[in-house]
């Protein structure tokens, strides 16, 4: 959630085109905001956090829903899907995020 410095309501579309000029002006390719989720939770995961605290931050129903969403995203990565392809939603994922605290579903 962001708002503007007054607390007002902060457009979308402000966010997104500020995030992609600093993602271009550090010279990483064209990233979706909405990959910052994926991002922090497979580093969450793979750093320790329990799933049923990731899934809770994520406000997602079950933890076998983070896992399968954390799953498709490091395996679409891994053949080369890269950012913005993880909306595959409802495919069983191979692969993907261990550590402590994840186990699978």
């Given amino acids: 959630m962001f708002c503007r410095e007054d ?6 579309q402000r966010l997104t085109e500020a995030f992609g000029g600093h993602v271009k002006a550090a010279g990483l390719p064209k990233v979706p905001v909405h990959d910052l989720r994926h991002t ?14 990731v899934s809770a931050r994520l406000g997602h129903s079950s933890p076998s829903i983070t896992l399968t969403c954390t799953r498709t995203c490091c395996r679409l990565r891994r053949e080369g899907g890269g950012a913005g392809r993880t909306r595959g939603r409802g495919r069983k ?4 995020v261990s550590g402590p ?5």
């Fill in 7 to 12: 607390g007002g309501l902060l457009n979308p």
């Fill in 40 to 53: 922090w939770a497979t580093l969450a995961l793979t750093g320790g956090v329990p799933v049923h605290v």
């Fill in 93 to 96: 994922a191979r692969g993907g």
């Fill in 101 to 105: 605290g994840v186990s699978s579903p």
